[in-house]
Each structure stands twice: as C-alpha cells, then as structure tokens.
C-alpha cells in the first residue's frame, strides 16, 4: 500500500507544471501557425499543426525525463543502468543460492561434529566409572577427607607461621602413609600447591587472631601414590564455654534400655547441628564435630533406668569449645 506522506510532491508539480507549460506553448505555437497558414518540411498547414502538437508531446516526455533523473538517483540508475542492474541481480541470486548450499552442508557438517562429540563424552564418562571401579578397592585416602589440622596463635612472624603449616604437612603426611600412600621425594606423602601454600602463609602472617589450618584432600588417591591436598585456614573463635547447655531434652526413663539409647542419640546429633550453626568447622565428610565416650552414654542409659520416669537430659560441653573443634560434651541427667 502507497504511503502518500513518502510521495514528494513538489517533484510532482513541477513535473505536472512543466508538462502544462509545454502543451500549452505547443498548441499556442499550432494555432498561429495554422492561421497563418504556415508550412513546415512540404506538409500541408494543417498536418504541420498535428506534427507540432506530437513533437510538443514528445518535448514534455523528454523535460519528465530529464527532471526525473536530475531529482532521483533511483530514476537515473534504472534509466542508464537497468541491464547492469539486472545483471548484478542475476549474479546475486547465483551467490545466494551457492551460499544456501554451503550454509546446508556447515550445518550438517555441525550436527556429524556434535554427535562425535557427545559419543565422546559418554565414552569419557564410561571410562572414568570403569576407573573409578578398578581403583576403588585401593583409595587411600578420599576426597574431601581431613588429614590434620593445626592451631596459628596471632601476631606470628612469617617465618614462624611457615613452620607451623610444614609440621601441620607432616602429620598429614604421617597420616595418609599410614593410610598406603607413599612419599613423593623429600617432600613426603602430602603435597599442596605452592600458590595455596603461599597464600594461607601470607594470610596468617602478624593475624590479629588464632586461625585454626586444615589439610583437606581434593580428590581420590590410591595406595602407592602421594596425596594431593589444600590448606584451608579460618578464625578460631571460641563457640562454647565449658558448662554451657549446647541442647536439652526429656527421655523416658521408662522406656526399654534400646529405646533410651535412641533418644539420647537423637540429643546428641541436635548437639552436632547446633554446634555446627553456632560455628564449629566439621569434618568434612562425616559432618561429626566430636564424639561421646560409649561407656558414659551407657552409664546415662543405666541412670535413667534407675529413675524410671520421665527426666530432663542435657548435653552439656565438657570443656571451652572453639571453631577448631573437637566438641567435649557431657550428659547430664535430672
């Protein structure tokens, strides 16, 4: 549909007005000929007349012509350049469908190259199971799993904090040998990266508080091979102090030795979640921060008995417990 607000009109008048202009010259000029009767190239009067009218005609395609293509470039370039036009076109077309085909053939040539690559990856993955399956009968130490760990006082010297962290490296490499790993050279069976190693260094150095470091492992290592860990440092702060009520409850005593005894557990894995919000760092695979003694869960067990009604039992810290761990607690029962 024709947008009349993109027509220029004022092309179109002065081609209207050009056109006006030389027809009414051409029949102006007709007529005092054809009075005079005046002859033009042996015609007669009256067929000079109608030859003059064709050629005023003939003068107002010519005057549109000209303004048209003086006024657009679009008029000029199909006036004088139409064949090279069509031309060009043809050869666009030509392009067109040449680049249609290559673009068909890249994108099958993407979906071979992307089914290769998924076959490889399924393939990767089943190699990796297979691996993991052959060496599972011989990992030393996991993933994840903790080796040692050690207590830095603040405001050490570089040099002293650097002693700390290479005795925190032996007893873990005293460990994962126990374990059946075997020492790398001189730097026994424990290796961290130097930047990580020179990182916990530079951040504990003149601390303004104690930091407890952890040896953690970053993956599998089987028997007979070093272990690969990551020195983990963080502030250790205190969390409880010793007498302080970690959780309460009420048990039974009525109940069956059995049922007693899975009460208390019960109490004590809320000790280790509260615990672990109030800030104590676990082990990072069993997510336990310390233990109770069995025979003093027993002799809890055997006090309750005794009583043989409803009594209150809590779980109370043996000892200050800081963020380093491990959580001392008691039972006492009312």
């Given at each position: 549909m024709i947008d009349l607000r993109q027509v220029s009109w004022g092309l179109v008048l002065l081609v209207l007005l050009i056109g006006v202009m030389v027809s009414f010259i051409g029949d102006w000029v007709g007529r005092r000929l054809g009075k005079r009767r005046v002859s033009l190239f042996g015609l007669r009067p009256r067929h000079t007349g109608v030859a003059l009218a064709v050629l005023s005609g003939v003068v107002v395609s010519v005057l549109t012509l000209v303004v048209l293509s003086f006024a657009s470039e679009g008029v000029r370039m199909a006036l004088l350049g139409m064949k090279a036009i069509q031309e060009r076109i043809e050869g666009l077309k030509l392009e067109l469908a040449e680049n249609e085909r290559t673009l068909a053939e890249v994108k099958a040539e993407k979906e071979r190259l992307e089914g290769q690559v998924r076959e490889l990856k399924d393939l990767a993955s089943r190699l990796r199971e297979g691996v993991a399956v052959l060496r599972e009968g011989e990992i030393a130490v996991r993933a994840n799993e903790l080796l040692a760990q050690e207590v830095v006082p603040p405001g050490l010297r570089e040099e002293e904090v650097r002693s700390h962290l290479e005795r925190l490296l032996q007893r873990a490499s005293v460990v994962a040998i126990l374990r059946g790993a075997?020492?790398?050279?001189?730097?026994?069976?424990?290796?961290?990266?130097?930047?990580?190693?020179?990182?916990?260094?530079?951040?504990?150095?003149?601390?303004?508080?104690?930091?407890?470091?952890r040896a953690i492992a970053y993956s599998n290592s089987?028997?007979?091979?070093?272990?690969?860990?990551?020195?983990?440092?963080?502030?250790?702060?205190?969390?409880?102090?010793?007498?302080?009520?970690?959780?309460?409850?009420?048990?039974d005593g009525s109940s069956s030795p059995e049922e007693i005894e899975a009460a208390l557990h019960l109490l004590l894995q809320r000790a280790n979640v509260r615990a672990i919000e109030e800030g104590v760092y676990p082990d990072p695979i069993t997510r336990r921060v310390g233990a109770i003694p069995a025979s003093e869960l027993y002799e809890a067990v055997g006090r309750l008995r005794s009583m043989g009604r409803p009594s209150a039992v809590r779980v109370v810290a043996d000892r200050d417990v800081y963020s380093s761990g491990p959580v001392s607690v008691r039972l006492e029962v009312d």
């Amino acid at each position: 549909m024709i947008d009349l607000r993109q027509v220029s009109w004022g092309l179109v008048l002065l081609v209207l007005l050009i056109g006006v202009m030389v027809s009414f010259i051409g029949d102006w000029v007709g007529r005092r000929l054809g009075k005079r009767r005046v002859s033009l190239f042996g015609l007669r009067p009256r067929h000079t007349g109608v030859a003059l009218a064709v050629l005023s005609g003939v003068v107002v395609s010519v005057l549109t012509l000209v303004v048209l293509s003086f006024a657009s470039e679009g008029v000029r370039m199909a006036l004088l350049g139409m064949k090279a036009i069509q031309e060009r076109i043809e050869g666009l077309k030509l392009e067109l469908a040449e680049n249609e085909r290559t673009l068909a053939e890249v994108k099958a040539e993407k979906e071979r190259l992307e089914g290769q690559v998924r076959e490889l990856k399924d393939l990767a993955s089943r190699l990796r199971e297979g691996v993991a399956v052959l060496r599972e009968g011989e990992i030393a130490v996991r993933a994840n799993e903790l080796l040692a760990q050690e207590v830095v006082p603040p405001g050490l010297r570089e040099e002293e904090v650097r002693s700390h962290l290479e005795r925190l490296l032996q007893r873990a490499s005293v460990v994962a040998i126990l374990r059946g790993a075997r020492p790398s050279s001189d730097d026994g069976a424990v290796f961290v990266p130097t930047s990580n190693f020179e990182g916990v260094a530079e951040k504990l150095t003149s601390a303004d508080v104690a930091h407890v470091v952890r040896a953690i492992a970053y993956s599998n290592s089987v028997v007979g091979e070093p272990v690969g860990a990551l020195l983990v440092a963080f502030p250790n702060r205190l969390v409880f102090r010793k007498g302080d009520v970690i959780v309460s409850g009420t048990v039974d005593g009525s109940s069956s030795p059995e049922e007693i005894e899975a009460a208390l557990h019960l109490l004590l894995q809320r000790a280790n979640v509260r615990a672990i919000e109030e800030g104590v760092y676990p082990d990072p695979i069993t997510r336990r921060v310390g233990a109770i003694p069995a025979s003093e869960l027993y002799e809890a067990v055997g006090r309750l008995r005794s009583m043989g009604r409803p009594s209150a039992v809590r779980v109370v810290a043996d000892r200050d417990v800081y963020s380093s761990g491990p959580v001392s607690v008691r039972l006492e029962v009312d």
